[in-house]
């Protein structure tokens, strides 16, 4: 098969260079998105998914869910010291693989329509291949790296032969700063309650993160455009 890698039976293994979390977001993050590093990845990412409950799911839709790395109901340890072995694994590696989070979810604010159709996840793979490969630069948004317009649009023509809009890019990718600032004051507030175990960086980076967030809110306002 074409997408896997040759080295796939390879008794010493295949080199991981990314790793995705993703969650149901239909307000607040992007669609790809890169960690400032492993660390970050984990805590930003990886311990603060949230999921929307669709019309699969048992109750009234559209309830926030906190799931961490997507493994809540798999979870035999404490939360807290389950994210601190997360985060002390990829700090023992070599080198650490890059940290993503996706989604797919996310709405239009003024129409309610969602942003991405279902053949878009395979650009935000693609990009994060290039990412991955150091054969894309991004922009640094105050969460983390977005994709640049122009690679994009080539992605979009070469992969799926759509014309791919700077209009689209910016409704896709622009930063919606109060929405992550309430979902960072929701995940401090569950980890606050989640016992002794939580590592202190944890608080930390979401603080920061909160911080960055809102002097960006105070230079640039709610909505902000890559």
Do not use: C
């Not at 926030?64 to 979870?75: A, G, I, V």
């Not at 985060?87 to 991405?116: H, T």
């Amino acid at each position: 098969m074409e997408n896997v890698d040759p080295k796939l039976d390879d008794p010493d293994g295949v080199e991981l260079g990314g790793m995705i979390y993703g969650g149901r977001d239909s307000d607040t993050w992007v669609p790809v998105l890169e960690a400032y590093g492993w660390v970050h990845g984990i805590v930003t990412m990886g311990a603060s998914i949230e999921s929307e409950t669709t019309a699969a799911t048992l109750g009234k839709t559209g309830v926030r869910t906190f799931n961490p790395m997507s493994n809540m109901d798999f979870l035999s340890i404490p939360m807290g010291k389950y994210v601190d072995i997360n985060i002390e694994f990829g700090e023992k590696l070599e080198n650490s693989p890059s940290i993503f989070s996706v989604n797919y979810f996310l709405k239009d604010a003024d129409s309610g329509e969602f942003l991405n159709s279902k053949l878009d996840k395979l650009i935000w793979l693609k990009w994060m291949e290039l990412r991955v490969n150091d054969e894309a630069d991004a922009i640094d948004n105050g969460m983390g790296y977005i994709p640049e317009y122009k690679d994009l649009a080539i992605l979009f023509k070469k992969y799926l032969d759509r014309q791919y809009s700077i209009e689209d890019y910016i409704k896709q990718f622009t930063l919606r700063v109060s929405e992550n600032l309430a979902k960072i004051d929701r995940i401090i507030d569950i980890y606050k309650n989640a016992g002794p175990e939580v590592p202190e960086r944890l608080f930390k980076i979401l603080e920061d993160q909160k911080k960055k967030l809102q002097a960006i809110k105070a230079d640039k306002g709610d909505f902000v455009s890559p």
